[in-house]
């Protein structure tokens, strides 16, 4: 792996900073306050883990960060530029240049193979066939899954098709990685080799990465923690 160490731990650096971010769901007649007034900022060569109750607003909370989803009120910004200023256009500029998204559910095509489904991403940035083929080989050799880049995700292990989920978000070298409970379908051995594979990146790519999980295992491989509860974050543990 190359060396982006050198700059990624310049300090005083923010890459991602939400300001007052509230996200207000109406359902029939009642209000659901999933995030209030949430401010936090994440540095270059962060590795932030994300706790909480269920429904206390964890996804959300990625989800106005990745901006799969407008606030309500308030703002994000990455690298300095407001999301709210940003078209739809612009929106899926970003996501696809700078944000890999892990999911629980993984949300792999069916009808393409592992090392297809890997690629995926640089279909849409248009990168040239050769560079295509030898960066997905890179990045399944990465996960431990050379072998099997012609597999379906039917024929695969929840943890393959994890690590298929993994590489496809990361196949395009994105500055933000947002995980939402990325080991919650892996045996603790798997995600052991997840979370390996995360702190590499944060370490030696000086990926900031956000990481949602219940997991105390995943928690010990963060930098920092912060946990949120009724839509409020706050920094440092908790239970
Ligand atoms: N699309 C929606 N419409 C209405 N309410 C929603 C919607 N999405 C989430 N909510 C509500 O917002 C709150 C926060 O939900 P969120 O999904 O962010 O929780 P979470 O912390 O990710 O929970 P979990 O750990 O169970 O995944 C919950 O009360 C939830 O019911
Ligand atoms: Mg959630």
Redesign the pocket.
């Known amino acids: 792996m190359s060396s982006d160490s050198q700059f990624c731990h310049e300090k005083g650096l923010a890459f991602l900073e939400a300001r007052s971010l509230t996200k207000t ?1 109406q ?1 029939g007649s009642s209000a ?1 306050h ?2 209030q007034s949430v401010n936090f900022t994440a540095m270059q060569g962060d590795f932030v883990v994300i706790n ?10 990625l989800n106005l960060i990745s901006a799969i989803d407008r606030p309500t009120q308030g703002e994000v910004l990455i690298q300095g530029v407001s999301t709210n200023t940003l078209s739809e256009r612009q929106l899926a500029q970003l996501r696809k240049d700078k944000i890999g998204l892990i999911f629980q559910s993984f949300n792999l095509i069916p009808v393409l193979s592992a090392a297809e489904n890997a690629e995926y991403p640089l279909l849409l940035q248009r990168l040239p066939k050769t560079e295509r083929a030898q960066r997905v080989q890179a990045i399944l050799s990465e996960v431990g899954l050379a072998d099997l880049g012609k597999r379906r995700p039917n024929e695969l292990s929840g943890g393959q098709r994890q690590r298929i989920a993994i590489a496809r978000a990361l196949i395009t070298r994105p500055k933000l990685v947002l995980a ?2 990325p080991t919650a379908n892996l045996d603790s051995e798997t995600g052991a080799q997840v979370m390996d594979l995360m702190r590499r990146l944060n370490e030696e790519h000086c990926v900031v990465l956000l990481v ?1 999980t ?1 997991d105390p295992e995943v928690a010990r491989y963060a930098r920092r923690q912060v946990r ?1 509860r009724d ?1 409020r974050l706050m920094e440092g543990e908790g239970s």
């Open positions: 769901y359902v659901v999933a995030l909480g109750p269920s429904g206390s607003g964890k996804t959300t909370f939402d409970e949602v219940h949120i839509g």
